[in-house]
């Protein structure tokens, strides 16, 4: 039964990995003959100073937006998880962004954001509050790909809302009638048991967040300010590849890529269990 | 495989119909793309994936990466046969961006270069002369500084003397005007040259522009409303820029525009902006390419793009005919445009120019925004130190 799933992995997951680790050790252009290179492209990607600032970049995105969009997704289901008037219209629009096209999301952002009359910015002005630069300063121009993060939650939502409606309703009644607060029944009861379904968000959110940026990055921000404030790992890959032909370096940035998604993924396996062993997910994980 | 905006686009599909209407052996499909980054994605992709499209068009400074490494075939044994285009029949500066030695590796379609669009109303309205010929750079800072204004009194610049991109090929004529290099060596290059004394006047006038003179539109205001848009609605006095945005300003009504050269800081001087149609080495229709450039790049062809204004034809016996000198189409001084082709200079030949390029703009752009104004020697220095393995890794192509 599991063969036709195994005959995919291999075909379109280890074979293109494999792939990708050999043609790292080549300086190869794809047009004239490769030349090995060994750990050359690795020492070369140590030396760039683009490359060390798309990693700090990367990480940094993962670090706020994987957190923020699991707080934003699990927040919106508990609040539109029960039947009510509208609710399914909120749920809609919860999804909408997830469904639109990544080129389309990306032009209204530019619109979005635009410093001098983007409605965001006209919003902030008319409440007195301070208008950033989005599109022209660093730090402003990096919130602003994670903010455009926030909407595209679609998936994790909906892992949510299935979670959320799995909790049994007489739980709460139980925990009601013993004279628990809503935020007590929350934490003793609701966030327990949809904790595995979070934990798998996360897991799924780090693996997607290292490659989120790309579309924002190229079209939005173009990589931009100067200098590379929005140039995330995606398309420092891509520049390199598909811009300048260096598709050995790029290989080796992918390779980059996925060591360290795979160590952040080890790294929640390893503190769920540390939790687990800690009795805090005893309850619900046992 | 063809990149740019709707109008250039337009103007490649003119030409392709004009193709197929003269004869029906040959059928063209135009493969169109959004700019040259994503060109050289999706050719590079091609060319990895062994089905190149036949021939493609393509700027001089991005075409050495695919020329070093053999991926295109020369056109030279084709322009040799008897009868059909001929080599002197050309423009012999764009022809040279494209050529390896004696042998012509791709065939330019135009030849434009970097000019001035000025905003003729505005100039009548302030009392100045247009730009003319021989106009020095004080006085376009002049002109550009009389005409930046508040018209509303509230505080907030609503006209501004001038517009261009903080981008290397904006500032390179402006170094071998003043009588500076950009490179060290013009046929193998290095490092770059900007230390000396005329080529870093020349970088810290073009840096004072924005912050000292404020005659260009801030980073947030030219971000807000691109500087082409500007010159359109009427805000923006005078557009660097090539012959690339005619079909777009030929679409005003509200006032009178023309073109100038660019002021002279010592000596003449403006950048050659071509494209080339190339053929790659792995095209699978050679002959049929051929007939297709034969026809796209003689008379015929050329006046069918030069009448959709993009384009400054490669040929000078159209370039020099009312085909591009239509004396009813704006603008009205398009002589500017074939009168620099005498003086245009390329950008260095090496096979990562667009890497270095790339490098440099981004730190180009950030000392022209820098809030207090940037210092010329810091930023050369900082292009030297980024530039020099781009160049080093380029001269071992």
């Not at chain 1, 628990?180 to 949809?194: H, N, S």
């Not at chain 2, 991005?62 to 008897?82: C, E, I, K, V």
């Not at chain 2, 285009?85 to 434009?112: D, H, K, R």
């Not at chain 2, 591009?324 to 030949?349: C, K, M, T, Y």
Request: hydrophobic letters at 50%.
């Amino acid at each position: 039964m599991t063969a036709p799933f195994l005959v995919g992995v291999a075909l379109l997951v280890a074979g293109p990995a494999l792939g990708t680790a050999v043609l790292a050790t080549f300086d190869w252009d794809l047009i004239g003959a490769p030349r090995f290179v060994g750990l050359g492209n690795a020492r070369d990607l140590l030396e760039d100073q683009v490359f060390r600032r798309a990693l700090a970049n990367s990480l940094s995105f993962v670090a706020v937006a994987v957190p923020a969009r699991l707080v934003v997704a699990s927040g919106l289901a508990m609040l539109l998880h029960r039947p009510a008037r509208g609710a399914g219209v909120a749920r809609g629009a919860a999804l909408v962004p997830s469904v639109m096209p990544d080129a389309a999301y990306a032009v209204l952002w530019l619109w979005l954001l635009n410093p001098l009359f983007g409605p965001v910015n006209l919003v902030l002005g008319a409440a007195g509050l301070p208008t950033p630069a989005w599109l022209t300063q660093p730090g402003p121009s990096r919130w602003a790909v994670v903010i455009m993060s926030l909407f595209v939650i679609g998936d994790g939502f909906l892992l949510a809302l299935a979670a959320r409606r799995a909790v049994p309703a007489g739980l709460h009644e139980l925990a009601a009638g013993q004279g628990a607060t809503p935020w007590a029944a929350f934490r003793r009861v609701t966030l327990p048991i949809m904790a595995p379904a979070l934990l798998l968000m996360v897991c799924r959110d780090t693996v997607a967040s290292f490659q989120a940026t790309f579309v924002p990055a190229l079209l939005v921000t173009d990589g931009g300010p100067p200098p590379y404030a929005t140039t995330y790992l995606p398309l420092y890959i891509y520049r390199q590849a598909f811009e300048y032909l260096r598709y050995g370096k790029a290989a080796a940035a992918t390779l980059v890529v996925l060591a360290i998604t795979a160590a952040a993924v080890w790294l929640q396996f390893r503190a769920v269990d540390g939790l687990r062993r800690g009795g805090l997910l005893a309850r619900v994980l046992d | 495989m063809v990149a740019g905006d709707a109008a250039e686009l337009a103007a490649y599909r003119q030409v392709v119909a004009g193709f197929e209407a003269v004869q029906t052996e040959v059928a063209v499909r135009l493969i169109e793309v959004a700019d040259r980054d994503e060109l050289t994605a999706r050719l590079s992709a091609a060319l990895a994936g062994g089905a190149p499209p036949d021939l493609f068009l393509m700027s001089y400074r991005s075409y050495g990466q695919f020329a070093a490494r053999g991926a295109l075939a020369p056109l030279q044994p084709y322009l040799d046969r008897a009868g059909g285009l001929e080599a002197n029949g050309f423009y012999p500066q764009p022809m040279a961006a494209f050529a390896e030695g004696v042998v012509q590796t791709c065939l330019p379609q135009n030849a434009s270069s970097l000019v001035v669009y000025y905003n003729a109303d505005l100039f009548t309205a302030a009392g100045l002369e247009s730009p003319a010929r021989g106009w020095r750079w004080r006085d376009m800072v002049g002109a550009a500084a009389a005409l930046t204004r508040d018209v509303d009194g509230d505080g907030m610049v609503d006209t501004y003397g001038l517009g261009v991109e903080p981008a290397l090929i904006r500032l390179a004529p402006f170094v071998w005007s003043a009588g500076g290099e950009l490179v060290d060596d013009e046929t193998e290059p290095t490092r770059l040259a900007l230390g000396s004394v005329p080529a870093a006047t020349a970088v810290q006038s073009f840096l004072d522009l924005r912050v000292i003179a404020g005659v260009v539109p801030t980073d947030e205001e030219a971000e807000a409303i691109d500087i082409e848009t500007r010159f359109v609605d009427g805000s923006l006095a005078m557009l660097m820029e090539s012959r690339r945005v005619v079909p777009t300003l030929r679409a005003i009504e509200g006032f009178e525009w023309d073109v100038a050269p660019l002021p002279v800081h010592e000596r003449a001087a403006t950048v050659l902006h071509a494209d080339a149609y190339c053929l790659t080495a792995a095209a699978a229709h050679p002959e049929q390419a051929w007939a297709f450039l034969e026809f796209a790049l003689g008379p015929e062809g050329q006046a069918i793009a030069a009448s959709t204004g993009r384009t400054v034809p490669s040929l000078r016996s159209v370039a020099t005919s009312e085909a591009f000198l239509d004396p009813a189409a704006a603008p009205s001084r398009s002589q500017v445009f074939l009168d620099n082709i005498e003086i245009a200079r390329a950008v260095p030949h090496i096979a990562t120019w667009p890497e270095i390029e790339d490098a440099m703009d981004g730190l180009l752009e950030e000392a022209f925004y820098e809030p207090g104004g940037a210092e010329a020697v810091e930023l050369i220095a900082a292009l030297d130190g980024v530039t020099a393995p781009i160049f080093e890794r380029g001269s071992q192509s």
